[in-house]
């Protein structure tokens, strides 16, 4: 494939978070703040911008960076779904700056302090990141991508400077730090069969061959360490849930699908047919005892924010029912199950970050996040519950919202593929994610006899955005499915 | 005879890694690691990878083992810390079975990779004339790689700032590192005042001819860095605190010089990282010069560690 007009909007995408992070860096105190709020706006128009570009153009955006050609060169681009990964992930980042504006501000002419510099830094640090993720087209390209995931992350969540947290995070660290070790012996294993690690140009020359599927295996087990696919899953409740709220939100919202959208280019791109519809149904194995298994534990935590993550666990699963769907289906039965595996990446990232920001609310004003103890936060906080309770819904997958219309499409292509079993699993998992989010809301609706005074003032600018980020996934649900047309270019 | 060398060098790879994971006691087990990675750097030389034997020998070998001589360092006495970090014996069952299952793999992989292995090395030769280097490697990593190689050195800044904010909030500002009195006399005294001005000039000297032979910003700025980090042990010289701009500008300047560099290509040749005919090798030389000064000015605060002692 050709470089097309445009290409530049790729590079830029990469270069003004990175830019804004350096000087950010270097000018310190308020001024990194500045930085990153001033370039929300940027980032923002230079993703719709994209988006729109491919809506009508119908046809991905590609940039060869230096003007060299792959194999030699790297090639960034833009599909449909990388598009809709890049917009989905530049309104989360706004909405989490605007949240996170205070608790890290720096008022004029105050010292320069610890958490903010770092929370600053790192969120225009994960955003190039995130961007490089989806943009990548170039294996080794995406390892790159994938370290600056992983190290921005662990920073963003230890920003409390808790030793209990130093040790969840150690552990993530531990995790993502294998899945990188074996992503990268994957990597140079490809390029030696090959001699390239363009996607595209590994995708006519991949065959079914030893180091194919020694790659491929090591690939997919380091990957599914970095996006915590049950049994995998071991480092995600305690790393997600304690971080600060806004770390918590970027975390589950947005960073495990920059590992989710790799898998996807290395099994539906550059992996033969073959092998994919061999591992196709073992992955959504794994991510139906995810489901299952992340919503039975789920159900049965007593703190609010352990119950979130361990959501998380169980909705990851929901992406790998895709596989066997997309895979050997009729091709309207693949396009179905493949809008409805975006959709579910699309809507998760929105209504898990409102979680995790309404959770923090919460937390912050009643001073606790005991499920048990929730009463009277409906009165405190209402918006962040009401937020709760309608990213709630889209994690159910009752209309209209996302996670409905996600679900709904996974399901249709399973009843029409024949494969009736993924239906079962996830009509039990919306039952499931349906008796923790009301165990939630049952408590925090309820009254109590005596007067309930916040523990901490709580803001309402905070409320707002994490209403928004809910009312978000609820609202994709009322978009016209051609409107998701969108994560088919290119594919 | 060469087989002879290859099969001894082999056996003793694999006897001093075996020798570090088995040895009982922390220093040994780094002075094992050290070893370790000198004889792979002897390696990769015996496969003709010389820039990557003096990456392995000053990163893998040389940096990497002062991170783990001072975290050693700062263990001792840490008895719970450390027996809560170590792994159980099922866990390291697990561990054993995991890298054995990754090993056979591997080693099924290697051994059905076609032969001849189809390579870029032609093509990356055939466009040097153009960017007027003669290393390949270089025309890799500042050309057609460039991207990957700008994204590492942004690495570099997340890693000073990563370790950094695990200082606790009231040492932000400080002076990063423990600090350590003047050594007026002994054999750490006499290194950190001979070794240093031959040191910079060999560091400069391998940063400068990465263009054209084996060296580079990577190997040439953790030389220099080595330097810095002598002079500070020996209490020679201070590292200024996390709050100097200057600091802060040096670990940022090759990745900014960089990207501008970078985006100059947009105005005077096709695109961003593009470099114009004749004019390349001199824009290589200045993002390598900045980038030489950013990687020795990272690898000594990330040896370094947070902020530890007021200014």
Known sequence: MEATPGGFLLVLMLVVPVTGLLLGFALGGRLAERMALWLLPPGLAMAAVLVAGLLHAKAPVVAFVGGWAPPLGLALRADGLAAAMLLTTALIIAAIALFARADYTTAPGAPEARAPLAFWCFLLALWAALNAAFLGGDLFNLFVALEMLTFGALALACLDGKATQFKAELRYLLFALIGSVLYLLGTVLLYGAYGTLDILLLAEAARADAPTIVAASLMTVGLLGKMALFPLHLWLPAAHAGAPPAASALLSGLVVKASYVLLLRLWFWVMPAALLLAVAPILALLGAAAILFGSLVALRQARLKLLVAYSTVAQIGYLFLMFPLVAGSAAEVAERAWTGGALQAISHAFAKAAMFLAAGVIARALGHDRIAELQGAARIAPLSVLAFGLAGLSLMGIPPSGGFSAKWLLLQAALDSGQWWWALVIVAGGLLTGGYVFRVLSAAMQGRSAPIFPLAPVDAAQERVALGLAVISVLLGLLPLGAFGLVLIGR | ?311
Not at chain 2, 146 to 164: C, H, P, Q, R, S
Not at chain 2, 192 to 216: K, S
Not at chain 2, 222 to 227: G, K, S, Y
């Open chain 2, 1 to 311: 005879m060469s087989l002879v060398l290859d099969v001894m060098l082999a056996l003793a790879v694999i006897g001093v890694a075996g020798w570090t994971l088995l040895v009982r006691g922390n220093f040994p087990a780094v002075i094992g690691f050290v070893a370790y990675g000198l004889l792979l750097a002897l390696v990769w030389v015996r496969l003709g990878a010389v820039d990557v034997a003096l990456t392995e020998a000053a990163l893998g070998a040389g940096a990497t083992g002062v991170l783990l001589l001072f975290a050693v360092v700062r263990l001792r006495g840490g008895k719970a810390e450390i027996d809560a970090a170590t792994p159980s014996p099922p866990q390291r069952v697990a561990a054993a079975i995991l890298c054995g299952v990754v090993g056979l793999g591997l080693a099924v992989a290697m051994l059905n990779l076609p032969d001849p292995a189809p390579s870029l090395a032609a093509e990356a030769t055939r466009h040097l004339p153009l960017l007027g280097v003669g290393n390949p490697i270089t025309g890799v990593l500042m050309a057609y790689r460039g991207l990957d190689t700008l994204l590492e050195a942004v690495v570099l800044v997340f890693a000073v700032l990563a370790i950094w904010s695990m200082a606790p909030d009231r040492r932000w500002g400080a002076i990063p590192g423990p600090l350590f009195p003047v050594q007026s006399s002994g054999p750490l005294s006499l290194l950190a005042r001979v070794l240093p001005p031959i040191g910079i000039v060999v560091g400069i000297h391998i940063a400068w001819v990465g263009a054209d032979a084996p060296g580079g910003k990577f190997q040439g700025g953790t030389i220099l860095a080595a330097m810095g980090i002598l002079a500070w042990v020996a209490g020679l010289w201070r590292l200024p605190p996390v709050a100097s701009r200057g600091l802060r500008w040096a670990v940022v300047a090759g990745p900014l010089v960089f990207i501008g560099v970078g985006l100059l290509g947009f105005v005077i040749a096709d695109g961003f990282l593009s470099y114009p005919p004749g004019f390349a090798k001199p824009l290589i030389l200045l993002i390598e010069a900045a980038m030489t000064l950013s990687v020795a000015a990272a690898i000594v605060l990330m040896v370094a560690g947070p902020p530890e002692r007021p200014a």
